[in-house]
């Protein structure tokens, strides 16, 4: 505001050195009036260098506030949350949008209070030196404004599409990158090029319309800025002539509405910012404003007895699919220290089941119970620190295979990492590495094999020292013997301890006390490998197909022949 008062005043300034020292002929007023011109425009200076600093101070602090607001939250998201939002689609809320934002607000931050303040101190002066001659301001102001109205309006809509695409074109992208190998391996680099392509091309085709919306506001400034200059040159030399109004004052009003129109533009440049910026803002709102589906009771229980587990009348339907339940009717009991396995077909609802156990997702109907208590009234840290879950797609993050065992226990030691990796029989395998514990895993585990990456994963929630382990298929890239060792080092040293096994070999939960079978989200059967041979038509197939066509079961079939075929 300081520099505004400087920046109206400096053209009064200037009147009355043309009025009163150079058209009076009187130097030392020409002095006098020279250095109050010079002393303001420094301290004008010093007040638009320190503005613009705590405007990037404000701004930055703010995109900083925003990101860490929306990662919060994403971190407290349920499996059901995670599911409304693609991944791409929150890397592009947490990176585009949020700079849009940023970018918008140092720009308003400052501009806001600078356009208003100087509109309207300009119109004041104006009105001081020559209110007939305002008039043309007004007129040209209401102009201005109505164009820039119908053109705000009209571009708005054009960015939501654009940011709608930016979520399309980073899918492209990390869908592409994550997958690469399996491209080359295909040697489908040119329709990922095309399809890229696509999406870049139409993001182009919305921006370019958008922009050029966008670039109407400056000829239509240009056009009322001429339109006024001449108007004031007209008008303003029939007042100079006829002497109510002088020299310095004309070349005022130039200034000044110069200031005024000036100050419009940037009005409605903050419009056309806020206009951008408003599809980026409800994004990024709607993450932050997200209320989890699963959060902690008011009065948690913190405590687990055992690790007993209970399905009561159990319902399932995921939110966002078609709306049919991916489990009917579980009605499972199982004791704490039992070992029971799980097998289906595809989409038979195995790892439905297993998620609810942990909760990562709520029961539609029915109840899940773990150590006798429905799993829905115990602390979350507490239940997924007593139910270890290695889930069918396992993930290594970035930094020593120490750190990453570290995510089961943050102060376990070297040797109780160690006893972990032993029992998951990854012990051997790190040793033989140059740097042993201490070797830096790339991100996501690219620099071991998946038989690897699976059994360093078994390790870490073993350090948890859990009530309830859940193997989601996590041994399918392990060979048949070591799928066995680690069976057998699990039986053995941690009996106590509940183990829900799912897999797609016979062979890796035969042993088990009891194993489920699933069947389209429905309870098949329910008992020993001997007597589901026994009482169960598909585990009898399952077994004969695995036996004659020597692969992994995915579907059973009425016919073997063909299932062999």
């Known amino acids: 505001m300081l520099e505004v008062v400087l920046d109206v005043l400096i053209p009064f300034v200037t009147a009355k050195l043309i009025d009163d020292g150079i058209s009076a002929g009187h130097m030392p007023s020409v002095y006098k009036y020279g250095l109050i011109m010079v002393a303001m425009a420094f301290m004008s200076m010093i007040c638009a260098i320190m503005a613009g600093r705590y405007a990037s101070y404000a701004s930055s602090g703010f995109a900083c506030n925003l990101r860490d607001a929306m990662y919060k939250n994403i971190q407290r998201f349920a499996f059901s949350d995670i599911d409304k939002y693609s991944t791409s689609g929150l890397i592009t809320r947490m ?135 001449i108007a004031i040159s007209w008008f303003g030399a029939q007042f100079v002539v006829g002497g109510s109004l002088t020299t310095g004052q004309l070349t005022s009003l130039f200034t000044y509405v110069m200031s005024i129109l000036m100050s419009l533009m940037m009005l409605s440049m903050i419009f056309v910012t806020i206009t951008q910026s408003l599809a980026s803002g409800q994004r990024v709102a709607q993450v932050i404003n997200e209320v989890p589906d699963i ?47 799980l097998i289906g077909g595809t989409g038979s609802g195995k790892s439905s089941l297993i998620n609810l156990v942990s909760r990562l997702y709520d029961a539609s109907k029915g109840s899940v119970m773990v150590g006798g208590k429905d799993v829905s009234t115990y602390d979350l840290t507490v239940l997924r620190d007593n139910v270890a879950v290695v889930l069918q797609k396992n993930v290594l993050f970035t930094g020593t295979i120490l750190d990453n065992l570290r995510w089961g226990d943050e102060n376990a030691t070297l040797q109780q990492c160690r006893e972990a990796c032993r029992i998951a029989c990854a012990d051997e395998f790190i040793m033989e590495m140059p740097d042993g514990y201490e070797t830096r895993i790339e991100q996501g585990g690219a620099n071991v094999s998946g038989g690897q990456r699976q059994r360093l994963c078994i390790a870490r929630a073993l350090l948890k020292q859990p009530k309830v382990m859940i193997l989601d298929d996590s041994t399918s890239a392990c060979d048949n013997a070591t799928d066995a060792r680690i069976r057998e080092a699990l039986r053995v040293h941690r009996p106590d301890m509940t183990k829900l096994i799912i897999a797609q070999r016979i062979s890796s939960i035969k042993d088990c006390d009891r194993i489920i079978v699933l069947d389209n989200g429905k309870i098949a059967g329910f008992d020993s490998h001997d007597n589901l041979l026994k009482s169960c038509n598909i585990y009898q197939e399952i077994c004969a197909i695995q036996e004659e066509a020597g692969g992994d079961f995915d579907k059973p079939h009425d016919n073997r022949k063909e299932a062999q075929l």
């Open 95 to 229: 990176t585009t949008d949020v700079t849009n934002l940023q970018n918008a607000y140092q720009q308003i931050i400052r501009t806001s209070v600078r356009a208003p303040f100087n509109l309207l101190s300009s119109i004041v002066m104006c009105f001081i030196i020559s209110p007939e001659l305002s008039v043309i301001f007004i007129v040209a102001s209401v102009v201005l404004a109505s164009i820039l109205a119908i053109i705000i309006s009209k571009v708005s809509k054009m960015f939501a599409l654009v940011f709608k695409q930016y979520d399309v074109l980073n899918s492209v992208v990390q869908e592409n990158v994550t997958g690469i190998r399996v491209v080359k391996a295909f040697v489908r680099e040119d329709y990922e090029k095309s399809k890229f392509w696509k999406a870049a091309k139409r993001l182009y085709d919305l921006n370019v319309k958008a922009e050029s919306l966008m670039a109407l506001n400056g000829p239509v400034m240009n056009m009322v800025v001429y339109g006024c200059i």
């Open 295 to 341: 959060v902690n009771p008011d009065e948690p229980v913190t405590t687990i007895a055992d690790g007993s587990i209970d399905f009561n009348k159990v319902y399932f339907a995921y939110k966002g699919g078609s709306g049919e339940y991916a489990l009917n009717n579980i009605d499972l009991h199982i004791a704490s220290g039992e070992s029971v396995g």
